[in-house]
């Protein structure tokens, strides 16, 4: 029997992770929407969406993201847009009868000052870091919807929480982009230009987790198509969601060595103290997955060379 599975946010670096892993299954019809064709915004468009469509399987990966100036500048739009977003599509695919949806959330979800390694009961014991709070309020609400029309209509709605991710498809702007993708186009313009040294910001001593996306979107799948069973022997009603990640920290010092070998630059690294450093580590605990048997497979190094790839294969269509 085949399966009409629609991915929501196809276009964006996890839900083409999603989509590269799902497409090539013969049981499989993928169906996507660009926000051309699908405004997730207007309620009555995903109703109709989901009336016309007869979907059986949803992937909701569609989210508003963007790094801390973003967050900071537009809080409104990050905890309006997605709540109506996901509020939307979950909604509507309860309404039409969708018996099975992931949720992708983020780690963001835990508090400030969670214990390290983040557990899934850390969440909400604490105060959340300011500077995201908006868009990780909506992001716990996504979980606790998921919740409550499983508990309420028998739904199988599952939420999974991806750590730092990156990889192909990534934003690799110069101002808003995140560490992995900031640091690689960094190293690379200096390799370019032949300069002496890159310049990091902060001591290098923060530790941070980071997963390929291939291996997040692999993930992703393995749960989705976990038994409801084995999935509820691991999770809890009101506690159901699962972290996603490596289980694996690196200080930016070491990651900023790997990446000047994955790039070829040449020069010396340089960390300016006098910059921010940031929270001192964050770290999913991954025991919950593993107990559920999977584990990531893709090493940093591997994982950059192959982001280091697509990015000198697609500069072109780079945002700059």
């Known amino acids: 029997m085949i399966k009409r599975v629609y991915v929501a946010g196809h276009r964006g670096m996890v839900g083409s992770a999603l989509v590269r892993q799902l497409q090539g299954n013969e049981n499989i019809e993928l169906i996507a929407k660009s926000r051309a064709e699908l405004d997730l915004l207007d309620q009555a468009a995903v109703q109709d969406f989901f009336s016309n469509e007869q979907i059986d399987e949803v992937y909701l990966a569609a989210a508003k993201v963007g790094g801390i100036h973003a967050n900071n500048t537009y809080p409104a739009e990050f905890i309006y847009e997605n ?6 599509v979950i909604h509507a695919a309860h309404l039409s009868g969708v018996q ?8 963001c979800i835990y508090p400030k000052w969670a214990e390290q390694p983040m557990r899934e009961d850390a969440l909400l014991t604490g105060t959340l870091e300011p500077t995201n709070e908006p868009y990780a309020i909506a992001k716990i609400a996504g979980i606790k919807l998921c919740e ?9 709605y599952r939420s999974v929480m ?25 190293f690379h313009e200096a390799k370019i230009a032949k300069d002496n040294e890159v310049v990091v910001w902060g001591t ?23 038994d409801k069973e084995a999935y509820e022997a691991h999770t809890q009603p009101m506690l159901s969601h699962i972290n996603i990640g490596t289980g694996v920290d690196c200080t930016i010092f070491e990651l900023a060595q790997t990446m000047k070998k994955v790039v ?7 960390f300016d103290s006098s ?10 605990d991954v025991s919950r997955l593993k107990a559920l048997g999977w584990q990531a497979n893709t090493a940093l190094e591997d994982g950059l060379r192959k ?9 072109t269509n780079i945002r700059q």
Not at 205 to 220: G, H, I, L, N, S
């Open 83 to 88: 709540l109506m977003v996901q509020s939307n």
């Open 264 to 270: 070829g630059f040449k020069g010396d690294v340089c």
């Open 204 to 226: 290098g001593k923060p530790m941070r987790e980071f997963m390929y996306v291939d291996d997040m979107a692999a993930a992703c799948v393995y749960v989705m198509r976990l």
């Open 275 to 284: 910059k921010p450093d940031g929270t001192l580590r964050k770290l999913m």
């Open 148 to 156: 409550s029309y499983n508990r309420q209509y028998g739904r199988d």
């Open 162 to 186: 991806p750590t730092n991710l990156y990889g192909q498809g990534d934003n690799f702007h110069a101002e808003n982009s995140h560490v992995i993708p900031a640091m690689m186009r960094r």
């Open 100 to 107: 099975k949806l992931l949720y992708l959330g983020s780690s």
């Open 307 to 315: 982001t280091y790839q697509w990015f000198l294969d697609n500069q």
